[in-house]
Structures are given as structure tokens and as C-alpha cells.
């Protein structure tokens, strides 16, 4: 909703690609050059393997006026500055799934040319998609770990969630909307009261109470030390990524 969908181009190699750009009213091409002729903030959303290939045939377009944000996973700073002209603004994001409902939780990092007044733009864009802030670099392999890839871990909850709903006799998709709704109204407390999830947990839980008996048997389970080595799993594969 920040800008107009007419000020937006959108390349990509197949029409395919690029229908869901022409229904939002965005204009689009098959050729890049275009768009960094054409645009002065261009961001690179393309596979890590093919991201070289662009970067080459976008550099000899890419001046001092342009701000390229990659949003390619495993690649760093270092490389997008040392394949584009040593001028160019860079900045690095990382997003995750909720951004298309405008929920996401997004952090970014700027390259060495990249000033306050182009973090600041490309923090205003990205916050009509959910949270965004700015982190040193090293942080955004954890951020995958936590939030990128976390998104997917929160659905196995979900899931789980609404299966032991079933399991004691409610119908399925009642459960799915009451367990969404769970972690929805959970998440926005956390958002808004600032205090510790702990704190919260102990608030829920009675003397003697229904709550107590269940968190006993999901610390039984070792949740809490199994959600922490997904999340050291996920951000050690980041890091091994960004490696290859």
C-alpha cells in the first residue's frame, strides 16, 4: 500500500513468473537491465545459484544512484558488493512467509555504502509487512533459523494442537480455526504486554490447574530443548549455505 503498483517493474525469464506482477496491476518485462534502467531501488529475489549470472549482467547499468536489496538466501554482503560496482548501495534482507499477509518478521542489513536514509526507506516499505529491524549481518542466519524457517515449526504445533482436539472428539476444522486463533491471540499478547514468555506461561497456570498437568507432559517431551536444537539446526544449514 506504500506504492503505487503502476511505479513497479518486475522481471523475470517466464510469463509464468510473472502473472501474479500483472494481476496486482504491476508492469513487468523479460529483461533485467530493464528494470535497473528503469528503477532506482531494485531488489534481487532469485535462486542463490542464479544470482551470479544476474549480478553480471546487471552491473554495467548499476550506478550510484541505485539501491540493490538482495533478498537471496546465503549470500552475503560481501559477495553482492564484490560483484556489483564497488559504489552500490547494498542491503541484505531476509523475509518470511507471513509477509504475504502482512505479518512477517523481517531484518535486514546494510552493505558499507548503504547510509541511514536508505535503511530508513527500505525499513518504511518493509514494515507495512509485519515487523522489520535492522541487524548486524551475522544475525540474519539466526533469523532464519528462528523466523524463517520457524514459521514451518509453529505449523507442526498448530497441527498437534488441533490433532489432540480431535483426538478428544471435536471436529477438525473447528480445532484447526481454535488452535490458529490460539497461537494468534498468544502471539499478540507477547507483541503488545513486552513481557517474558515465561511470565505469561506463569500466568496461565493455576494451582493444581488443567495447565500445569499439560506443560508437565510436554516438558516430559522435551519441547523446549527440542525447539532449540530445530533452531540451531535450520541457522547451522543457513550458515553451511552460505558457505557453499
Given at each position: 500500500g506504500?506504492v503505487?503498483?503502476s511505479n513497479?517493474?518486475?522481471?523475470?525469464?517466464?510469463?509464468?513468473?510473472l502473472d501474479a506482477w500483472?494481476?496486482?496491476?504491476?508492469r513487468?518485462?523479460?529483461?533485467?537491465?530493464?528494470?535497473v534502467?528503469?528503477?532506482?531501488?531494485?531488489?534481487?529475489a532469485?535462486k542463490p545459484h542464479?544470482?551470479?549470472?544476474v549480478?553480471?549482467?546487471i552491473?554495467?547499468a548499476?550506478?550510484s544512484?541505485?539501491i540493490?536489496v538482495?533478498?537471496?538466501?546465503?549470500v552475503?554482503?560481501?559477495t553482492?558488493?564484490?560483484?556489483l560496482?564497488?559504489?552500490?548501495k547494498?542491503?541484505r534482507i531476509?523475509?518470511?512467509?507471513?509477509c504475504?499477509?502482512?505479518?512477517?518478521?523481517m531484518?535486514?542489513?546494510?552493505?558499507?555504502?548503504?547510509?541511514?536514509?536508505?535503511?530508513?526507506l527500505?525499513?518504511?516499505?518493509l514494515s507495512?509487512c509485519?515487523?522489520c529491524e535492522?541487524?548486524?549481518?551475522?544475525?540474519i542466519d539466526?533469523h532464519?533459523?528462528?523466523s524463517?524457517?520457524?514459521v514451518?515449526?509453529?505449523?507442526?504445533?498448530?497441527?498437534?494442537?488441533?490433532?489432540?482436539?480431535?483426538k478428544m472428539g471435536?471436529?477438525?476444522?473447528?480445532?484447526s480455526?481454535i488452535a490458529?486463533?490460539?497461537l494468534?491471540?498468544a502471539?499478540?499478547m507477547?507483541?503488545?504486554?513486552?513481557?517474558h514468555?515465561a511470565?505469561?506461561?506463569?500466568?496461565?497456570?493455576t494451582p493444581?490447574?488443567?495447565?500445569?498437568?499439560?506443560?508437565?507432559?510436554?516438558e516430559?517431551?522435551a519441547?523446549?530443548?527440542t525447539v532449540?536444537?530445530?533452531?540451531e539446526?535450520a541457522t547451522?544449514r543457513?550458515?553451511?549455505?552460505a558457505?557453499d
Open positions: 506504500k503505487p503498483a513497479i517493474l518486475a522481471s523475470a525469464p517466464s510469463d509464468k513468473n500483472r494481476e496486482l496491476g504491476c513487468t518485462t523479460h529483461c533485467n537491465l530493464e528494470v534502467h528503469r528503477s532506482t531501488l531494485v531488489f534481487l532469485t542464479i544470482l551470479p549470472g549480478l553480471q549482467e552491473r554495467p548499476v550506478g544512484h541505485h540493490v538482495s533478498l537471496v538466501a546465503g552475503t554482503i560481501q553482492l558488493q564484490r560483484l560496482p564497488p559504489w552500490t547494498v542491503l531476509m523475509p518470511n512467509l507471513p504475504v499477509v502482512q505479518a512477517g518478521a531484518v535486514f542489513s546494510r552493505g558499507s555504502n548503504a547510509g541511514d536514509e536508505e535503511a530508513a527500505l525499513k518504511s516499505l507495512s509485519g515487523l535492522e541487524v548486524p549481518e551475522s544475525y539466526i532464519t533459523g528462528l524463517g524457517s520457524g514451518a515449526y509453529v505449523y507442526l504445533f498448530a497441527e498437534a494442537l488441533a490433532e489432540g482436539a480431535v471435536m471436529p477438525g476444522a473447528l480445532a480455526r490458529a486463533q490460539t494468534l491471540g502471539a499478540k507477547l507483541l503488545e504486554t513486552g513481557e514468555p511470565k505469561l506461561r506463569g500466568d496461565v497456570c493444581g490447574g488443567t495447565t500445569i498437568y499439560a506443560l508437565h507432559q510436554l516430559k517431551g519441547l523446549r530443548a532449540m536444537d530445530a533452531v539446526a547451522n543457513a550458515c553451511d549455505m558457505k
